[in-house]
């Protein structure tokens, strides 16, 4: 059974830092891409970053850049996203996604709620 559960989402003043976690389980997490996206309220779905399957390369959205790190641990399944400097519209929910690389395979996470606010 295919699962990724994100964590670590919450309420946090702009300016402030957040580490989101993407747990997965039942395929082979190195094979995959894993994403980060994010959903605001009222908007489409936007890609944040992106990693390679070996963590080698790493992609973000322009208005990420500088603040936001994505990393992986193949070791243990696991895809993180380190936001810093955040502000108020980061807020949104966000979710993880892994892509097979040799396919169209893809799966998502749940999501977990992110709100920049004073």
């Known amino acids: 059974q295919v699962q990724l559960v994100e964590s670590g989402g919450g309420l946090v003043q702009p300016g402030g830092s957040l580490r989101l976690s993407c747990a997965t389980s039942?395929?082979?997490?190195?094979?995959?891409?894993m994403s980060w996206y994010r959903q605001a309220p009222g908007k489409e779905r936007e890609l944040v970053a992106n990693i390679s399957s070996t963590g080698t390369r790493r992609n973000y959205a322009d208005s990420v850049k500088g603040r936001f790190t994505i990393s992986r641990d193949n070791s243990k399944n696991t895809l993180y996203l380190q936001m810093n400097s955040l502000k108020p519209e980061d807020t949104a929910v966000y979710y993880c996604?892994?892509?097979?690389?040799?396919?169209?395979?893809?799966?998502w996470g749940q999501g977990t709620q992110v709100t920049v606010s004073s």
């Open positions: 996604k892994a892509r097979f690389t040799g396919g169209t395979v893809a799966y």
């Open positions: 039942g395929f082979f997490f190195s094979s995959y891409v």
